[in-house]
């Protein structure tokens, strides 16, 4: 997910569920801050306590950069790093509670490109990978939600509250744009084979858009199955952020070696983003009710806010751009401004992001808790699915260390 979702529609979701405006905008404000603050926001002036400022992004020079250390060791100082970020901020966990995969990987044998030989991966890191994506309303999610619910009750300081609100919607509805992927590097479960997009009016070449094409600059990693490249879903570009995207992929720990005109018989992922972003847009709604005491859980509303999210939907998610507003930012902008109509007819105060509207000291605080609090929990629920102490672990420590060394 964009900006143009993460601050205006979280503002937005927040009105409806009762907040007021400036309430609102602090909450949106946070939740935007979230691919925000990197190692180069970071400055000095934002540092407290122990000298040091827990990032919630990468910088682009930290992905390249770092890529050799990544493919060394799994359990260096960069790759605990790395997904110490990911995970909790972008890629929250949400099948912990499966059972064992590794049964169920197609034929690793039959996996092969000119890169990378899938038997390169062993098969419990696989498992462990596919444990590690993410999805909506996992029991990861639910501890989330317990945790922040914590926070916004206790007598901390108001801002703080409701940073950690904004915080907690950023994760929340990237459970649903990021479904399936891992904030873990994995090529078997990060990347994807024959990517369609099934917009009919979209005038872009996805096949320029969203391939690794643009991606093999960062050096000798790219060949590694474990490299930082395959993080996420970097491997298809901004796919799962656009709202209006319609598109199919082939998972490629589900894919053996077929051809295109094969796989196309099969079963593919098929991926409707307008709706997406609906269900992200309406879970935000109730969950911000949820913490303001309005509703009994979090996933529950009879209905409440039902309408709104259809006119969310058909009004801002559906309108796809031009040829000529089909790069990154220009689409972001082109969002940005239906966002801004649309609260305009709404009659809502309309508002516009800017990183100097919060206290960043403040949110990286809240930050720093949630992160520890959840990685905490992962080790933990790690630990207790894996009898021998499991090959990846989210060492508190180490992506500290690493932290303070950028």
Known sequence: MNREFHYFATYYAAMLAGFDEEESKKIAWAAEMVDELDSDLADDELKYDDNFVVTTQNSSWEMATENPQIS?????????????????????????EDGCYEREVVNKKRYKNELINIEDHDPAYMDICLKLRCTPYSLTVDEMIRYIKGVYDSDADDDERLYALGLCMHVFADTWAHDDFSGV?????????????????LDFNVKREYTISSLTNLGPAFSDVNSAIYTGHGQINHAPDYDFLLYGYYPRYKCPRKSAAALASGDMTIINNPERFREAFLGMCKALSFFRGELENYRGGNGRFDAEADMVKKCIFIKTPKKDEADHEKIVIFKEDIWRAFLINRKCPTTDFKITDGDISLFAKQARAYRNHILEYLNNELKTLYPDPPIITFDIDEIDKWIKSL
């Open 185 to 201: 590097p994995c090529y078997a479960v990060n990347t994807v084979k024959y990517v369609n997009v099934k917009n009919e009016d």
């Open 72 to 96: 060394d060791d799994l359990n260096s100082r960069t790759s605990h790093g790395i997904r110490g970020i990911w995970a909790p901020f972008h890629f929250l966990p949400g099948h912990l």
